[in-house]
């Protein structure tokens, strides 16, 4: 496997005042997490006190008992993460660690409707809960940060640079080098695009019905009066064809390629002004990790459910709005799982492949790094 080394040069942008702030994001992040930790419990026991009814899903709502647990277990990660700005014994340091380990996939799991609603704000269909999106937001916040300072404590811990995790002499808040531009591996390329292939069977239903077809029980007339109270943006492009999730997917498939090919790291000469310039690595990333927690998880769990309904060993699905069979919204199930897990998988191997490969280190740093090795 060929080695690239890293180049040390950088756009004008990294000089810029911000870029500087960011640079030094070992130092804040512990601050940052527990000022988010002590607000985030404020606001869950205000809602919880209030009796506010807060979202996890269109169908489930956070009980005000689990909304103290997490009020709780956001004090305890803001007390840890504060913890790791200091030299700890053994013990506290295994306390640091099982308290984050604790909190990061709790919080994770908080963020995982933020997909659906993006889709719901990009097509300007409103807001379905503001306190469940002011929610999703707020773990989404908490689950980065915590992720920072466990990465940074980590490599503390090693001897190494909190922010880049090389060995090198000097400090972390100097400028970066950055890696040239790569594809991703073969094995990396061929496996997302069979994720991908999950998407056939759901977006081709879909797409029937929007164009005036009828597939698995359900007719376009009673497609469309399902989605009668959607926005005007929506059922503009129902009018054409094109079904906003769709359109949704067909997106994610473009950050997809972006993550997978050298386009994603060097704007294109289609991006006009923006061409030759280095693409900042969180562009695609955010989006790709936000999204693809909650698609993986909810894809998973409609995978698991539509074969034990179909089987009689978890209730039948009834028929409901536009579908008028059980096994055609059971159908319709089993699709959905695998869009979604597939597009959630699909983002989550691209982006673990474009992390690896534009990881830049500080420019102190003399340590090779591999090239491709995702």
């Known amino acids: 496997m060929k080695s690239q080394t890293h ?109 659906a609603h993006f889709v719901t704000l990009a097509s300007f269909s409103g807001v379905d809960s503001a306190t469940g999106l002011a929610q999703t937001v707020m773990n989404a916040v908490g689950a980065a940060l915590l992720i920072l300072v466990g990465m940074s404590y980590r490599r503390r811990l090693r001897g190494r640079c909190p922010r880049c995790g090389q060995d090198h002499a000097g400090g972390f808040d ?8 790569s594809i991703a591996l073969k094995r990396t390329r061929v496996l997302v695009c069979l994720l991908m292939c999950g998407l056939l069977p759901w977006a081709g239903v879909k797409t029937i019905w929007t164009l005036g077809g009828d597939a698995i029980g359900v007719t376009a007339q009673g497609w469309r009066e399902m989605n009668a109270g959607e926005s005007e943006l929506a059922k503009a492009l129902a009018s054409v064809g094109i079904d906003v999730t769709v359109l949704a997917a067909m997106a994610a498939i473009f950050l997809l390629l972006g993550l997978l090919y050298p386009w994603g790291q060097v704007f294109p000469r289609w991006t006009l002004i923006l061409s030759g310039r280095r693409v900042p690595r969180l562009l695609p990333l955010l989006p790709a990790w936000l999204s693809s927690v909650g698609l993986s998880v909810y894809g998973v769990v409609l995978l698991i459910y539509a074969p034990l309904s179909a089987t ?63």
């Open 174 to 181: 100097g400028p970066l080098a950055h890696p040239g531009p």
């Open 7 to 115: 180049t040390g040069s950088s756009p004008p942008l990294e000089d810029a005042g911000w870029s500087v702030w960011s640079r030094r994001w070992p130092t804040w992040a512990p601050h940052a997490a527990a000022v988010w930790g002590v607000l985030f419990a404020v606001v869950e026991v205000t809602w919880a006190t209030s009796g506010a009814t807060v979202s996890w899903s269109p169908d489930i709502a956070y009980a005000p008992t689990v909304q103290l647990l997490l009020a709780v277990l956001a004090v305890l990660a803001a007390a840890a993460c504060l913890a790791t700005t200091r030299t700890l014994a053994r013990r506290g340091r295994v306390t640091v660690a099982a308290a984050l380990i604790l909190a990061v996939p709790v919080f994770v799991m908080g963020m995982a409707s933020l997909p």
């Open 312 to 374: 009689g060993v978890l209730p039948k699905l009834k028929p409901s709005g536009a579908f008028t069979t059980s096994s055609g919204i059971t159908w319709m199930v089993a699709f959905g799982g695998l869009a979604f897990t597939g597009l959630g998988f699909g983002l989550i191997a691209a982006a673990r492949s474009y992390s690896a490969r534009t990881l830049p280190i500080c420019a102190s740093a003399t340590t090779r790094v591999p090239a491709q090795s995702a």
